[in-house]
């Protein structure tokens, strides 16, 4: 079965939220950053909020509804170097068919997120520029695109939430405020619905159930 790769930046509208270590009392919402981080940010003598949640919002996402996903991953481009470990994130996508950025903690809490999550433990990486990605997020894109009101060019947005990260443990990527040709990079592999294709001398298509069915054997049609 034929696929397809879609890959898109993320943008200006990504944003991280800094929490006190116990996860309670005072929080930020930043919008200009000149990193992505996600782990935990507190170290002796460092300012109260450390633990660190990010978004990223990428627009103009050209899969069509109900495509089959077959391979989804983030690229990230390391801006600090951290060798301190463990960071512990869980990525999740914000659970609808056409998001806004949040503004504020408050809408930050508020957002509805995918059931399917990927537990993500980046490795300690000191070398600026390195690229590192993500786990598989099959599972997390593919409820975005089941959804019945998702429609090719909506937006899609990703949360990377701190879970349990070690004090001083955190990993720091370019972000788009930062470096717009090094910030964070969607890439998905998928299958479309339905449709037509030819491998040799036989003519292929998928079924309502998007299961290949062989359509024309050496030029005898096939009952579909």
């Known amino acids: 079965m034929p696929t397809k790769t879609f890959r898109v930046n993320a943008l200006a509208n990504d944003y991280n939220v800094e929490r006190t270590p116990a996860g309670g009392g005072a929080a930020t919402f930043n919008t200009d950053f000149v990193n992505v981080p996600v782990g935990n940010n507190q170290v002796s003598g460092a300012p109260a909020y450390s633990v660190e949640d990010s978004g990223l919002r990428f627009v103009s996402v050209d899969i069509p509804q109900g495509a089959v996903v077959t391979a989804a991953f983030i690229r990230f481009i390391v801006e600090t170097g951290n060798s301190v470990l463990t960071v512990n994130v869980t990525i999740s996508a914000n659970d609808a068919d056409n998001p806004a950025a949040p503004t504020t903690v408050a809408t930050y809490d508020a957002l509805v997120i995918t059931t399917a999550t990927v537990a993500w433990s980046p490795a300690a990486e000191n070398t600026i520029e390195a690229v590192v990605d993500t786990p598989s997020l099959v599972t997390v894109i593919q409820e975005i695109l089941d959804r019945p009101g998702w429609a090719s060019?909506?937006?899609?947005?990703?949360?990377?939430?701190?879970?349990?990260?070690?004090?001083?443990?955190?990993?720091?990527?370019?972000?788009?405020?930062?470096?717009?040709?090094?910030?964070?990079?969607?890439?998905?592999?998928?299958?479309?619905?339905?449709?037509?294709?030819?491998?040799?001398?036989?003519?292929?298509?998928?079924?309502?159930?998007?299961?290949?069915?062989?359509?024309?054997?050496?030029?005898?049609?096939?009952?579909?």
Do not use: C, M
């Not at 479309?192 to 062989?214: C, M, V």
């Open 153 to 224: 060019g909506n937006a899609l947005q990703v949360l990377f939430k701190d879970n349990g990260s070690s004090n001083g443990a955190a990993r720091e990527y370019y972000s788009y405020d930062n470096t717009p040709s090094k910030a964070p990079l969607l890439s998905v592999t998928y299958a479309e619905q339905g449709g037509l294709w030819i491998e040799g001398a036989d003519l292929h298509h998928t079924d309502a159930s998007n299961n290949e069915r062989l359509a024309q054997h050496e030029g005898k049609q096939r009952e579909f």
